[in-house]
C-alpha cells in the first residue's frame, strides 16, 4: 500500500510541476538596523526566500472584498501560489511579497502579491501559499 501512494505522490507531484507555468520571487523584510549614533530605525532591505517556478491562479475560496486603508478603498483579491514539493527553505512570514517575475499571461507579470498563509499537508503535490492582492 505504501509504495502505491508513494507512486502516485510521485506521479502528482511531476504533474504539479509541469502546471507551473510563471516564474516568481518571493521577498520577506529583514531586521531594521537601528543607528545609534542618529538614533533612528533604517529600513530593512528585503532578502529572497525563493525564486523559481510556481503556479498563480486566483483561490476560489478567496473572492475580493473591498477594505479601506487609510482614506484609500482597496480592493483584496485571494491567491494560491504553488511551489515544486521539493522546495526548501525558510517559509514565508505572513506580510512576505511574491512577485510574479514571468508568465505566459503577460497580464500577470510584475503582479505583486502578499502572503497571508502557508498550506501544509504529507499528500500534497505542491508547497501552497495564499496571498493576496492589494490593489
Not at 520577506?28 to 526566500?49: I, K, N, Q, Y
Not at 525558510?90 to 507579470?109: C, K
Amino acid at each position: 500500500m505504501s509504495g502505491d501512494l508513494e507512486a502516485a505522490l510521485t506521479a502528482g507531484r511531476a504533474a504539479a510541476l509541469e502546471l507551473m507555468r510563471e516564474t516568481v520571487t518571493i521577498l520577506a523584510p529583514s531586521e531594521p538596523d537601528f543607528d545609534w549614533d542618529t538614533g533612528t530605525e533604517t529600513t530593512a532591505p528585503m532578502v529572497t526566500l525563493y525564486s523559481g517556478p510556481a503556479r498563480v491562479k486566483p483561490d476560489r475560496e478567496a473572492s475580493g472584498r473591498e477594505v479601506d486603508a487609510g482614506e484609500t478603498n482597496v480592493s483584496l483579491h485571494g491567491y494560491l501560489v504553488s511551489l515544486p514539493w521539493s522546495t526548501s527553505g525558510t517559509r514565508p512570514p505572513v506580510g512576505s511579497q511574491v512577485r510574479v517575475d514571468s508568465s505566459p499571461e503577460a497580464r500577470m507579470a510584475g503582479l505583486r502579491l502578499w502572503v497571508t498563509g502557508v498550506r501544509y499537508g504529507s499528500t500534497a503535490t505542491a508547497w501552497r501559499i495564499t496571498a493576496e492582492d492589494r490593489s
